[in-house]
């Protein structure tokens, strides 16, 4: 047998030779000292920056007194939490798990179980877009339709038909007698901070409603104020019939919950499905902290102020540097710039600035700053992003010496 050299952790990842030792609010401090302002927020899961002292009381006094109980029993802050996002959302009901890909699991299932208890066993399909990104899991990577991400794992799971995303054509095209539903992230993160041409949610909300499927909404990413509202749905005009939320709900803390109509729910009955760890007590006293926060009067006016002046002060970059920025886009914090460089080469240039961001697809650098920003951190940051700029206008200029 041939011996083969691996870490002990496995390397699916290609880290930054990096590690953090601290971190408060917007900033990280690493294990040599250095600060680094992060505005890639653990991918937009840090919603309240770094040992925000609500959410470390909460845990610290929850810690005290219990961690896991599992399912078997009632769990009053979970029943609290859900009765918080159900006054909240669209939503009846809530299932809690540990991830965004169980969230989206549970989602896949809840569709297709709503359309087999309705006497339609048969219609299974459930359409998705270019560019999407629903998980890691074996159905949510059929589900993304990556072939990147699809590639050496066996055959891909039956049920998913991916169509050019904003082509509504291409979405009455695939709509068939075996369609379930019709998947969309509000705003596509991972896709290239892609945002739908205008109407094109609320078409989708139309289509649903003719062909009697339902609406899923992945709001994972813009979910829990990253665009400036509650739910990125709040800005369409509509609601989905089931939605999967993650990372922000969490404010750092594992936590995914599917949320859905009474109606969209109806098949998921005892036994049906199920979570050994979703919900835990630990888990619950986070996510309401963050709901404390986050609900506040005024919180969301601030992301969308903060949103404003980011994306002014990222155009204005974007005009001084366009040999190195090509566009600004996103909504809320969640903000990208598409680059002429290659976006790795600038994430790892703006890391020497002090500055930590995140690559997405479409040679795009994710910006997600938590929902807490200043515009003193704001200025910072682009201050950051335009030396990280010069420095690469100066090795483009070098290069082509």
């Not at 989602?107 to 297709?112: D, E, F, L, V």
């Not at 459930?126 to 890691?136: E, K, L, P, S």
């Not at 705003?187 to 339902?214: N, S």
Request: charged content about 20%.
């Amino acid at each position: 047998m041939t011996i083969v050299a691996i870490s002990p952790v496995l390397p699916t990842y290609s880290r930054a030779e990096i590690s953090f030792e601290r971190g408060e609010g917007a900033w990280l401090t690493a294990t040599d000292g250095r600060k680094f302002l992060d505005f890639g927020s653990g991918v937009a899961v840090n919603a309240l920056g770094h040992a925000h002292p609500a959410l470390v009381k909460a845990i610290s006094e929850q810690a005290q007194k219990l961690w896991h109980v599992s399912n078997l029993y009632r769990i009053p802050e979970g029943e609290r939490l859900a009765k918080r996002l159900v006054e909240n959302t669209f939503a009846d009901t809530c299932f809690f798990q540990n991830s965004g890909a169980e969230a989206m699991e549970c989602s896949i299932k809840m569709a297709r179980k709503y359309h087999a208890v309705s006497g339609h066993p048969e219609r299974y399909q459930i359409i998705t877009f270019d560019g999407a990104f629903h998980g890691r899991t074996l159905a949510t990577i059929a589900a993304t339709g990556n072939e990147k991400y699809l590639e050496g794992f066996g055959p891909r799971m039956p049920g998913f038909v991916q169509v050019k995303f904003g082509d509504l054509d291409a979405v009455k095209k695939a709509i068939t007698n075996e369609t379930a539903a019709i998947l969309i992230e509000p705003v596509q993160g991972e896709g290239g901070v892609r945002v739908p041409p205008p109407g094109f949610i609320k078409a989708l909300r139309e289509l649903c409603d003719t062909h009697g499927l339902l609406l899923m909404f992945d709001e994972v990413q813009t979910g829990v104020g990253r665009t400036g509202k509650f739910f990125a749905y709040e800005w369409t005009g509509v609601t989905p019939d089931i939605m999967a939320v993650a990372k922000g709900i969490g404010g750092g803390f594992p936590l995914g919950i599917c949320l859905a109509t009474a109606e969209a729910g109806k098949g998921m009955t005892p036994g049906t499905h199920g979570s050994t760890f979703g919900g835990n007590p630990l888990a619950m006293a986070v996510a309401n902290a963050v709901l404390d926060q986050v609900l506040a009067p005024g919180f969301l006016d601030h992301v969308q102020k903060m949103a404003l002046f980011a994306k002014q002060r990222l155009a204005e970059l974007k005009d001084t540097h366009k040999a190195i920025i090509a566009e600004v886009r996103g909504e809320g914090l969640l903000l990208g710039l598409k680059t002429v460089v290659p976006n790795g080469e600038f994430v790892t240039v703006s890391i020497g600035e002090g500055l930590l961001t995140v690559a997405a697809g479409e040679n795009v650098v994710r910006l997600l700053p938590p929902l807490i920003v200043t515009e003193i951190e704001i200025n910072e940051a682009i201050s950051k992003l335009s030396a990280a700029c010069r420095k690469l206008e100066a090795a483009t200029t070098k290069g082509a010496a």
